[in-house]
């Protein structure tokens, strides 16, 4: 069992920067792959960034070049540093942690860009 917590989120103008972080306890952090996802109110969840156990990285267009996704594994946390946001970026964001046919979620925390 593994408990994910986020934190980060927040009101930002756009063109400025966040950074999300995602806590993971209950297991062993370095073997999952994480994703973080969000969901914009009325669309569907999405993902937004990958990190593989190996370091690996993917991303989806819309966020490339602007988000950067990392991982401390000695403190069991995936980032996701966002910048040059726009109000579409706007969504509550979720990580997730992958390993073979388990799957958790975190409870999400809120972006919004607005000025």
């Known amino acids: 069992q593994v408990q994910l917590v986020e934190s980060g989120g927040g009101l930002v103008q756009p063109g400025g920067s966040l950074r999300l972080s995602c806590v993971a306890s209950?297991?062993?952090?370095?073997?999952?792959?994480m994703r973080w996802y969000r969901q914009a109110p009325g669309k569907e969840r999405e993902s937004v960034a990958t990190i593989m156990s190996g370091g690996d990285t993917n991303y989806a267009d819309s966020v490339k070049g602007r988000f950067t996704i990392s991982r401390d594994n000695a403190k069991n946390t995936v980032f996701l540093q966002m910048s040059s946001l726009k109000p579409e970026d706007t969504a509550v964001y979720y990580c997730?942690?992958?390993?073979?046919?388990?799957?958790?979620w975190g409870q999400g925390t809120q972006v919004t860009v607005s000025s």
């Open positions: 209950g297991s062993i952090f370095s073997v999952y792959t």
């Open positions: 997730r942690a992958i390993f073979m046919a388990r799957s958790y």
